[in-house]
């Protein structure tokens, strides 16, 4: 699973979340594996572009894929309503 969000919101994220000058966080994405990357191996993406209500659906049915192929009941995680 990645979640993928474009460069500038991550570069902005990075700065707010972990006090990084924005080279410093450019140099920490760029030491990642490129996005087209992680995308093209990941089994799920949940896009983070959008408001917080459409990244919590798309988390929410991302989780009930990843639990109905393990056979595990997704109703026992309880849904997040922004």
């Known amino acids: 699973m990645v979640v993928a969000s474009n460069e500038r919101d991550q570069i902005a994220r990075a700065k707010a979340r972990d006090n990084l000058s924005a080279e410093q966080a450019r140099a920490r994405i760029a030491a990642q594996l490129p996005l087209k990357d992680k995308i093209a191996a990941a089994d799920y993406v949940i896009q983070n572009q959008r408001d ?19 056979g595990v009941n997704p109703d026992r995680f309880p849904k997040r309503i922004p």
């Open 52 to 70: 917080l209500g459409a990244l919590i659906a798309r988390a929410d049915e991302v989780l009930d894929a990843i639990c109905q192929k393990a």
